[in-house]
């Protein structure tokens, strides 16, 4: 395993972001060009109604990524071009996306804050023109990443002090594995099997063996011996190929005492984990240490709590959220100018039809309110003047300024804001039992 | 709404996908370099041990991906620097994977068939070197978007002949949400609301209106108007923002009865559609079309079947697999040569611990058997020789010969195969209730 600093940008992050955008957002544009609307100073605003089923926190991640995503949202010759030839759009719409730069300000909850039903994480104020066509792309960064970090706090939690390693790259689209790695990273996890997310995002990333290496060579001696004369006696020998017992006693007959790690990737890991820790000890191999892999989540590495496991391999529960693959963030505009004159003061706006996806207009603050320990005990999202006792706990902070990104930070104070917020919450926060948020959202209409 | 041909490449497409792998592909690879089994002649390959719980059949999509993913599969200085500053592997390897190229061969099902457990989906041969390394990415790709088009496939069944519109990208990481796009289309889906898919994947794009452009206006009424006046009346105007019946009434008035469809995105939509069928027939409006969107899945789609709906947008349950957000596939060895000798016969491996994870060796070849009506009535895996009466129904197809593809087709073609394959399943394939596999997985070993 081996840390390193961002040293390239991501697979993407130079390519244009611009066409990640859904039809809807270019085809509005145009008709409110042609309206005049289109210049009406406005504010949107992310958020989101509930949290999974039976969650008591969400986790905030992606928001590095939206800077960058903003700042790469330009529109290349080919793909106006492209826009041109389907007619998605109309001459002058063209030539407005041509010159499109975001010049606008984005403040919102700093990434891998935890947040709570009605928190307005990513507020983005411009013309309606500049800040609609930012929809698709925002949303798609922190629904998926910030799913994925959910689920991870959820396992760390559960781990405690032992490491939980991201392995989930194959089982999530190829790009969104590397989103993935960093968002567990945010949450706490310690290293990656993704090597994409070590050169773009810095991660640590480690690894062990697969079957496969010891199937190809003639015997497991054989391929223990090939793995240890490459990779040292530090290395993870997998050991459940063929017969648990005996790959355990070859590995230590191969490694020595010295010997890393052993990887189970089957069958009763309770049960195996003991075990192997026995044969371990009596072999003399005392600081071996045992990873565990094979369809983790936070419950499995909660019942493995007291099992001699030294760390917890986890892949397809990861990335894919543990079961809530997507959160149910929304961008929605709260607020509008009357009128494209650039004084024209914010008129709140919302949907107000009979269904349940109404929502409450104006820009708001947000403040997370302690108790007499110092415990959160409410977040409370308002309209208007912020109350005084509340001014020191806002939680949003300013990242784009007259579209200049000001929010950009290292991944190492992201994980660390990250550890602070859980830390910060009731203790029945990391319960995994379904309840309800561990923090109600106050509402203080201004 | 407008089709084009495939004009771009994807987003990243022309990028090195190397680096999409797991960092034990690599140190493999140093430790079977340094052992000499590097060189063995070896067989992966990709299948799955069982469908989601209650699935029908499974739905291969990606293959085409798959490709330009092996041809771009290529080491950069920059990523080699990287590899060498971590660390990661020696310097031999670094010189391995400099000059690597995949040189070998690639079968498959081709891109869109239906499969079932056991169904021996791609087949990669080459030494193990030059293989093992392609199975993070190789997974990722499978396993995500064959997710998606399995959801696609029972959600464009439950349809019928009314079109599907795919419109989840911000549900989804962004460049997942791109290939959510095509494996949709692959599986039926009339068009995308993504914009990136349409450029890169020549899938028609489609869009109507955010609810955000009716608030951004002073009344629904300029709205509606300035739509129009932009997009011409056969546009889709979104009715739900305020009062349903009054937004009806106002968008007939605006456009007149040549309006195109009006989307209902909100409440009870079996309910609604009824109500403003009626009210768009009482207008004289018998031509404009209904579009429901609002977390639409399969059962929501079945559930509207009697109701007037001329089309359904589905997001979230889409791009998240209605329930399954990834498939199982697997990336096995199952067979490689004794030794390095380039005509040293193949051996059969198998991983043989007590859990549930074992696998049988031994390449397979596969064949779908029909019943006398000419209706497939099981999946035929086998080793060894195909009988002669299956030799006609196999399923594999070249698809990379000596490193070169040879598989890549036009997704029309891909999404007619998909078409023609459920087709050709007995009629309870297409049921939404839980059951078993369609077809039973027959195993002939050779």
Request: charged residues 20%; aromatic residues 6%.
């Amino acid at each position: 395993m081996a840390a390193g600093p961002s040293v390239a940008p991501t697979l993407s992050a130079a390519a244009s972001t611009a066409l990640l955008t859904d039809r809807y957002e270019l085809t509005m544009l145009q008709a409110a060009l042609r309206s005049g609307a289109a210049h009406r100073r406005s504010v949107f605003e992310v958020f989101t109604r509930r949290l999974p089923d039976g969650r008591r926190y969400g986790v905030l991640a992606g928001t590095g990524r939206v800077l960058d995503a903003i700042a790469n949202f330009r529109f290349d010759t080919a793909q106006l071009d492209w826009l041109a030839d389907q007619r998605v759009v109309d001459e002058p719409t063209l030539r407005w996306l041509a010159d499109y730069r975001f010049t606008g300000d984005v403040t919102g909850y700093p990434e891998g804050e935890v947040y709570f039903p009605g928190s307005p994480l990513l507020t983005v104020e411009g013309s309606f023109a500049e800040a609609v066509i930012l929809e698709t792309v925002i949303l798609s960064i922190l629904n998926f990443d910030s799913a994925v970090a959910a689920a991870a706090s959820r396992m760390t939690a559960a781990a405690g002090e032992r490491p939980c390693i991201e392995m989930g790259a194959r089982r999530a689209h190829e790009s969104a594995a590397v989103a993935a790695a960093r968002a567990a990273y945010v949450a706490g996890f310690a290293a990656t099997s993704d090597l994409q997310a070590g050169f773009s995002h810095g991660i640590p990333t480690t690894g062990t063996a697969a079957h496969a290496f010891t199937l190809l060579h003639d015997t497991e001696k054989d391929a223990f011996t090939a793995q240890i004369a490459s990779m040292g006696t530090g290395t993870t020998l997998l050991v459940d190929t063929y017969d648990l017992a005996e790959a355990v006693r070859t590995a230590v007959e191969v490694a020595g005492p010295e010997l890393g790690a052993v990887r189970i990737d089957s069958g009763d890991l309770t049960l195996l984990a003991h075990r192997v820790r026995r044969q371990l000890d009596d072999l003399g191999a005392r600081q071996t240490r045992i990873i565990v892999t094979s369809d983790l989540d936070e419950y499995a590495i909660a019942a493995l709590a007291a099992a001699p496991v030294d760390g917890y391999g986890v892949g397809t529960s990861l990335v894919t959220g543990s079961g809530h693959p997507t959160c149910a963030m929304v961008y929605k505009l709260v607020a509008r100018a009357a009128s494209a004159d650039p004084d024209a003061p914010l008129v709140p706006v919302a949907k107000r039809s009979a269904g349940a996806k109404s929502s409450l207009g104006g820009r708001k603050w947000a403040a997370r309110r302690l108790d007499a320990d110092g415990v959160a005990e409410a977040e409370v999202v308002g309209t208007g003047e912020v109350p005084a006792e509340l001014a020191d706990r806002l939680l949003q902070v300013p990242l784009v300024r007259g579209g200049e990104p000001v929010g950009r930070e290292p991944l190492a104070a992201v994980r660390e804001r990250h550890r602070r917020a859980v830390a910060g919450l009731p203790l029945s926060a990391t319960q995994l039992s379904r309840g309800e948020p561990v923090l109600p959202t106050e509402l203080v209409l201004g």
